[in-house]
């Protein structure tokens, strides 16, 4: 079965203070891991999509990573906007569209 | 609309009711998909149409759970007999298709939170 675990459930933040968030997988075949975060009371919004083991993406303060087990979402720098639940995604083999969730992690930022 | 649109924003049912979710896609989008997030956790996915065709229903958890596309636009999610365990939000995501998907994910709405009483 396929199955996502990220990790820490949360994290409390300086601002300023530097971290990585960890999402580990272990799915028959991946077709693409994904990134969103979601705030209170809101739908999870698109950060990045990684395909391939050495991978990496960034926007502003963000970097996404990639192995074969595990992804790294790394935060640099953060500001209090940047609070929220990070999510982790994964999309496996065999024709469904569906993506498998991770239960994500809830950063919040202090001023 | 700019963006997916999901109604009503809340809803309370009463246990044994029938209850029906809306979910209005970005405009032209042809995939659409439906999750289920209870408190604390992450989406859960339920089913996914291609147009008006239901390619796969595989996370609805019972029979008393039905979704439909007719003319591959609007979408509704109803389930019949609700029970305390269907309390979670509904959410609603589309996408123009698979290979939008790989690049830029799906677009979510805000949700549907159902409470059952």
């Known amino acids: 079965e396929d199955q996502v675990t990220q990790s820490p459930e949360a994290l409390r933040l300086q601002e300023g203070e530097s971290s990585s968030l960890n999402c580990s997988y272990t799915?028959?075949?991946?077709?693409?891991l994904f990134w969103y975060r979601q705030d209170p009371g809101k739908g999870p919004e698109f950060l990045f999509t990684l395909y391939s083991a050495g991978e990496e993406k960034e926007k502003e303060r963000l970097k996404a990573t990639l192995t074969k087990k595990e992804s790294f979402l790394h935060i640099t720098a953060p500001k209090p906007e940047d609070s929220a639940t990070y999510l982790c995604?994964?999309?496996?083999?065999?024709?469904?569209?569906?993506?498998?969730f991770g239960k994500g992690t809830k950063l919040t930022v202090n001023p | 609309g700019a963006g997916v649109s999901q109604s009503p924003r809340y809803k309370v049912a009463k246990r044994g009711q029938d209850v029906a979710l809306r979910c209005d896609p970005i405009s032209g989008h042809v995939s659409l998909f439906w999750y289920q997030q209870a408190l604390g956790q992450g989406p859960e996915f339920l089913t996914y149409?291609?147009?008006?065709?239901?390619?796969?229903k595989s996370g609805l958890p019972s029979d008393r759970f039905f979704a439909e596309r007719p003319e591959g636009s609007v979408s509704t999610l109803k389930i019949q007999r609700t029970q305390q365990e269907d309390s979670a939000v509904y959410l609603c995501?589309?996408?123009?298709?698979?290979?939008?998907?790989?690049?830029?994910?799906?677009?979510f709405g805000s949700g549907t939170r159902l409470t059952v009483v």
């Open positions: 149409f291609q147009n008006e065709a239901q390619l796969d």
């Open positions: 799915v028959s075949g991946l077709r693409g």
């Open positions: 995501a589309s996408s123009l298709g698979r290979r939008q998907t790989e690049s830029y994910g799906y677009t």
């Open positions: 995604a994964v999309r496996t083999q065999g024709g469904s569209e569906k993506l498998v």
